[in-house]
Nanobody, 127 residues
Framework: QVQLVESGGGLVQPGSSLRLSCAAS????????FAWFRQAPGKEREGVAS????????YYADSVKGRFTISRDNAKNTVYLQMNNLKSEDTAVYSC????????????????????WGQGTQVTVSS
């Protein structure tokens, strides 16, 4: 099983940018599908973005399309989430997740599809 540690969260103003990082450790990380999820207080966890093993496929929630970009650096065992033009409704705990199945065999933004999870990092967007 892969271990995941997120970083990069913080308090920012609306319209700002943040880049989250997910450092992964384990065996065969290049063969893992990765995703970012978020959970706001009182709401269900929702999928934000996911990326295939070779970064050839990415999926995004409609609410973040055009603002967020997921990427991965397999050499550094790190997955990123670049978040631009942040809005107050983006406030949540953001968690990184991974699974060793191919993204084409999964529902890529569905939390139960992923077997490994990080602890999360808080993102707060407020003026």
């Amino acid at each position: 099983q892969v271990q995941l540690v997120e970083s990069g969260g913080g308090l920012v103003q609306p319209g700002s940018s943040l880049r989250l990082s997910c450092a992964a450790s384990g065996v065969g990380l290049a063969y893992y599908t990765f995703a970012w999820f978020r959970q706001a207080p009182g709401k269900e966890r929702e999928g934000v973005a996911s990326i295939s093993r070779n970064a050839g496929r990415t999926y995004y929630a409609d609410s973040v399309k055009g603002r967020f970009t997921i990427s991965r650096d397999n050499a550094k065992n790190t997955v990123y989430l670049q978040m631009n033009n942040l809005k107050s409704e983006d406030t949540a705990v953001y968690s990184c997740a991974a699974d060793d199945r191919a993204i084409t065999t999964m529902y890529p933004l569905d939390p139960p599809q992923f077997g490994s999870w990080g602890q999360g990092t808080q993102v707060t967007v407020s003026s």
